[in-house]
Each structure stands twice: as structure tokens, then as C-alpha cells.
């Protein structure tokens, strides 16, 4: 079965920073590339930044300087700092993962699996 658990969400004012993380299985993190998602109710969700294994990383134009996407071997999990947060990024953050033949690797139709999400919001 595979899982992907996000951690880390929570509330904080614009300007601030929070650090995602997904956690996930052993398999997962050697076999799959793995993205970071978000979406706002009525929206459609939207890619925000994925890793591939050997460590390339693509970013949403709205993210980039902002945010970094990181892997940690040791843990078989995934972060994303988010630095200088913004109202706009207020969503649902969700990890993904695909296989990574899978392009373009921000568009959420691309990946198979998928967290249950963990809600940022920032305020002004």
C-alpha cells in the first residue's frame, strides 16, 4: 500500500515560514519521483515543486526564491521550507508521487499517489 503523510501545516502570519514534511515508505522514496501540491477550494490544484531522484527540482514561477524542496535519504521523506509567506499561498498542500517518466512533472495528472494534505494559512 502506498502512503504519503504530510506534516507541518498550520497558521502563521505573511512574511513567516513553515516547513513541510512527507513522510513515506522506503519504496516509494527510491521508485518514485515526488511532487508538492496545493489547491484552494474552487480551484484546481496546482503543482508547486517536485524532485526527481537524482535531486533535480522544478518550481512554480509563483514559488521560486521562496520555497525549496528537499530529500532526506535517512528518513525516506520529503520537506518543503517555505520562506516569506504570502496570503496567496494560503491551501491545501499535498505530496504526490509518480513515476518518473511521468511529464510535466507539475501537472497533477502526471502522479498516481497522493497524501490526505495538511492546510497552510497565512494571514495578513
Known amino acids: 500500500q502506498v502512503q504519503l503523510v504530510e506534516s507541518g501545516g498550520g497558521s502563521v502570519q505573511a512574511g513567516g515560514s513553515l516547513r513541510l514534511s512527507c513522510a513515506t515508505s522506503e519504496y516509494i522514496y527510491s521508485a518514485y519521483c515526488i511532487g508538492w501540491f496545493r489547491q484552494v477550494p474552487g480551484k484546481e490544484r496546482e503543482g508547486v515543486a517536485t524532485i526527481d531522484r537524482d535531486g533535480t527540482t522544478s518550481y512554480a514561477d509563483s514559488v521560486k526564491g521562496r520555497f525549496t524542496i528537499s530529500r532526506d535519504t535517512a528518513k525516506n521523506s520529503l520537506s518543503l521550507q517555505m520562506f516569506i509567506l504570502k496570503v496567496e499561498d494560503t491551501a491545501m498542500y499535498y505530496c504526490?508521487?509518480?513515476?518518473?517518466?511521468?511529464?510535466?512533472?507539475?501537472?497533477?495528472?502526471?502522479?498516481?499517489?497522493w497524501g490526505q494534505g495538511t492546510q497552510v494559512t497565512v494571514s495578513s
Open positions: 504526490a508521487a509518480r513515476v518518473c517518466a511521468s511529464r510535466p512533472v507539475l501537472l497533477p495528472t502526471a502522479y498516481s499517489y
